[in-house]
């Protein structure tokens, strides 16, 4: 992959300006490819790190379009106002002003970028590509982002039919979610990183048994005999934990998988209702848009 001098002579901070504004949003999607592959060199020659990497992009988007929201409802008030007093001169470009902006820094371009970057940060698949890729694969990545995990998804989780554990997986990933859209493929790649002892740094685990139990009850939802038990981590538990269960709300509600008549107390639940140590008002005061959550999203491409 080929680097780029301007974006690697800029600071953090000039580099994170310039994404902010969706400078880089509004190219080709091959130089989008670019200044995106470059903007991780720059991270990591000013020692910081993937994670840092992928939580910037996701608060920067969050962020960028709350700020340009933001502004298109101030113009279009204050134009609102002066027309309404009959200050006709200021109240019309006041009102122009917010289409603009929308061409400027929501156009179809920005969109379709925006979407390709999220759809490579959010898929186990195309990060690891991405983070280890030459030209022609990140390309590709962004012509054909769900490229990665149509060749070979179950590649992508290690399974082998052989192992009763992994048995039983790949026999619930056949099986209908019955607790959101999702797919049950989807959902046993996200939660099985429970299960997954080279990450156990960073996400604590609970046993091949558990997990299995765990999906069963609540996304199955099959019945059990003697009553539904919660379960105990084999690690101590940390702020990750409720990380990975917003990781999976996150991307619920990204991708349109949230029921119609689903709240964000119900993906608090999944995890209060099944395991011990965490208490509902806690949990939920802690569930937001911050680091928890983020650091899932390249765990399993660390290995």
Partial sequence: MKTDEFILSLKVWQYS????????????????AQTF?????LFKMKGLTQ???????FQRTSWSRRILITLIVIFF?????????GIWFLGTPLLIIPFILISLFENRQVRK???????????????HRFFNADKRIISDLFLNPGLAE????????????????????????????RFNKMTMNEVVEIFSLMCRPEVKRDCPQISKKDLVYFLKIAFLKEKVADGKKKISFISKT?????????????????????????????????LTDHFLGF????VSKNFRDKRNGKSFLILSAKH
């Fill in 51 to 57: 994670l840092d990497y992928v939580d910037f992009h």
């Fill in 238 to 270: 940390n702020e990750n934990t409720r990380g990975l269960f917003y990781h999976f709300y996150f991307q619920s509600k990204q991708k349109g998988y949230v029921l119609r008549d689903q709240t964000r107390d119900d993906y608090i639940r999944l």
């Fill in 113 to 127: 970028n925006r979407f390709l970057m999220l759809e490579i940060l959010t898929s186990e698949q195309n990060r």
């Fill in 150 to 177: 149509i060749e070979n998804t179950a590649e992508s989780f290690s399974l082998n039919s052989d192992s009763p554990f992994e048995s039983e997986l790949l026999a619930i990933m056949q099986c209908e979610n």
């Fill in 37 to 41: 592959y470059n903007g991780l060199i």
């Fill in 279 to 282: 208490n509902y008002e806690q």
């Fill in 77 to 85: 008030l204050l134009g609102a106002i002066f027309l309404f007093h």
């Fill in 17 to 32: 300006a310039l994404e902010m504004i969706t400078i880089f949003d509004n190219d080709s999607l091959e130089r989008r």
